[in-house]
């Protein structure tokens, strides 16, 4: 039986990896950060079948501790302050926590069992300013965010490690990924969780920063698939991960809203406090090596994420009542 420990298993992705490597038969092992209150929403329904280690990625020994108790064959190092908005007002701690963690972790592997196969998220925030269209593996990095400048940084460590030890450690360039499992601060969570509750009269108006920036957005459960093929491969090597399309927030705004039969224009509000220091204008990907090497490909189209989003929060919010 094959073992994973995976880093950063509350979140988003983390529950979708869970559960696609237990489909596969692994043993899945997560680090756990202690936070006051329980935050186990995404993977509760987990709980019996993976084993979940205390640590923190800031937090040498407890990575080394979490390698000797799970003694995994491959680690996804998905865990990160990962919401861009907030890398302005924590700076430091983003570089800490998104950026020079990675090397902890990198280290632990090296010092503890160095043919473990290694994962780090990497992300489209990296390319930044627009500098090719569409952007692909070999598209310079320009980045716009303290939370992008610490992603290059964990991306270019973890090639680091495999050139200078022979480590076999990827990166995966993800473009955004949604999920009705989204962090309710980022866009499209935000958008179909308004658009649930004012249908449902809970809430009146819905304020967004800038309408017209344009993001590759695709879904999250087939995106963790592309983590999983990455550390399947003889050799360890970098992939861009997209759907290849590229939407503005307005878009994903009309589709949303007109999904239940509402008129965007009536409840959204922009709000100059929600634009961004430096923002990323647009991001489209170009997954064709992963489609080649990896044999890869995406299976919910950008309407049908929104909509599986939009119809969970009616869900959701209908319940909360
Ligand atoms: P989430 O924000 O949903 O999850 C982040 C996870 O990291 C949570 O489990 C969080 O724990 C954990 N974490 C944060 N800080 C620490 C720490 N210091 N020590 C241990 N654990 C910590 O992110 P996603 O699932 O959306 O993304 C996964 C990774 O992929 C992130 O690295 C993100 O930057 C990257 N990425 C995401 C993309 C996307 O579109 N979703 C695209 C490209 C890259 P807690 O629950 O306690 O907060
Ligand atoms: P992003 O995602 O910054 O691309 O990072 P987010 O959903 O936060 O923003 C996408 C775009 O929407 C614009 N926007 C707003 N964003 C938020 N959050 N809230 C608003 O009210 C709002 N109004 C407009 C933003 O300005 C931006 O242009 C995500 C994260 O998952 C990262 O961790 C990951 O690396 C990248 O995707 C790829």
């Known amino acids: 039986m094959k073992k994973a420990l995976i880093t950063g298993i509350t979140g988003q992705d983390g529950s979708y990896l869970a559960e696609l490597l237990l489909s596969k038969g692994y043993k899945v092992y997560g680090l756990k950060r202690r936070t006051a209150t329980p935050n186990f929403e995404n993977i509760n329904h987990l709980l019996d079948k993976i084993e979940l280690i205390s640590g923190d990625l800031l937090d040498f020994p407890s990575l080394i501790n979490a390698i000797k108790i799970s003694d995994p064959d491959e680690i996804y190092n998905l865990a990160a302050q990962s919401f861009v908005a907030d890398s302005w007002v924590q700076s430091i701690y983003t570089g800490q926590a998104t950026g020079l963690s990675v090397t902890n972790m990198l280290e632990a592997v090296r010092l503890t069992k160095p043919n473990i196969r290694f994962y780090q998220a990497s992300s489209s925030e990296m390319y930044g300013k627009v500098l090719e269209i569409p952007q692909k593996e070999t598209t310079p990095f320009y980045p716009r ?176 009542n």
């Open 145 to 320: 965010s303290p939370y992008a400048v610490a992603k290059v940084y964990g991306h270019w460590i973890t090639v680091n490690y495999r050139e200078s030890y022979g480590m076999y450690t990827c990166s995966g360039i993800l473009f955004n990924h949604e999920s009705p499992r989204r962090g309710l601060e980022f866009v499209t969570r935000k958008v179909t969780k308004a658009v649930a509750r004012i249908k449902l009269g809970l809430q009146k108006e819905l304020r967004l920063g800038n309408l017209d920036a344009k993001r590759d957005w695709g879904y999250a459960g087939d995106y963790v698939n592309a983590m999983w093929l990455m550390l399947q491969q003889e050799k360890p090597d970098d992939y861009v991960i997209a759907t290849g399309e590229t939407h503005s927030v307005k878009e994903l705004v009309e589709i949303a809203f007109s999904y239940v039969g509402l008129d965007w224009k009536k409840y959204v509000v922009q709000d100059p406090k929600l634009m961004r220091p430096a923002e990323v204008d647009i991001l489209l990907g170009d997954p064709h090596k992963a489609k080649e090497k990896l044999g890869w490909k995406t299976e919910v189209s950008f309407e049908e994420l929104i909509k599986m989003m939009v119809d969970s929060d009616l869900n959701r919010f209908a319940n909360s």
